[in-house]
């Protein structure tokens, strides 16, 4: 009787159980981060925004740490030295180097395996065989883009020498208003010993830490130098086809 009990009752447990299994095979989970799969992205670390009274150690820390906040990127700016004429930029990038700039009549686009340099109205182009960097063994300091754009959206390396190192007295200003975005009025003064420059003004996104704008007050008699952000997204999604370049006929490659 007793054997007859024990055996009623695994049946019913092993009924139960597989009710149980068949019940959660049914069950659908969404796939986590199907969003950023779908973009493209990698997780980006969430970060607290600014504030007019953050302290300045901590507003250093936070562009050192400004590479979490995205994984790509798009902006347009300018750059311009005294009373030169205004060199306006646009580019495409992505935080593991992969990128597209245009500024004047010039294109530079590099991925993985390849760099070019590319001048359309003159039909010609440049061509480098990328090789990978070892990667720096403290995250962040590798460059995005080779060119003064990797101060202004990676500017971990540039806050280390500059802002950390180099700087004698660096001062928060206050919040004001750059490209349509809340930032931070950073004053920056070094040593007179060794300073090329009076002082600069830094102006640093308080949602991302991206640097928004930078200005170099040089000694009298020298010219005045400007790097600025008008427009930036955060995380577009962007074709890997901006990234690629196949010369057209009549093209000529050095």
Not at 96 to 117: A, F, M, Q, T
């Amino acid at each position: 009787m007793k054997s007859n009990v024990k055996i009623a009752l695994a049946v019913i447990a092993l009924g139960i159980l597989l009710s149980v299994t068949v019940a959660a095979n049914k069950v659908y989970h969404k796939p986590k981060d199907t969003k950023a799969e779908i973009a493209g992205l990698a997780k980006v670390k969430k970060i607290k925004p600014l504030t007019v009274n953050s302290a300045v150690p901590k507003i250093l820390d936070f562009i050192e740490n400004s590479r979490h906040s995205w994984t790509s990127i798009y902006v347009e700016g300018y750059s311009q030295a005294g009373t030169n004429p205004v060199n306006k930029f646009r580019a495409w990038v992505k935080r593991s180097g992969v990128y597209r700039l245009e500024e004047g009549h010039v294109i530079h686009i590099k991925n993985n395996k390849e760099r070019w340099i590319i001048t359309p109205p003159a039909k010609r182009a440049v061509f480098f065989e990328v090789v990978q960097p070892p990667k720096d063994k403290e995250e962040g300091l590798n460059k995005v883009i080779d060119t003064p754009l990797n101060d202004l959206i990676n500017p971990s390396y540039f806050v280390r020498k500059e802002l950390r190192q180099n700087a004698e007295t660096v001062e928060n200003i206050g919040i004001t208003k750059i490209a349509g975005r809340s930032a931070i009025h950073l004053k920056v003064t070094f040593p007179k010993k060794t300073a090329k420059e009076n002082y600069w003004d830094i102006y640093v996104d308080c949602k991302t830490g991206i640097i928004l704008g930078r200005v170099i007050h040089p000694p009298a008699g020298n010219p005045e130098v400007k790097d600025f952000i008008d427009k930036v997204e955060i995380n577009p999604m962007i074709n890997p086809n901006m990234f690629t370049f196949v010369p057209p006929v009549g093209y000529k490659i050095n």
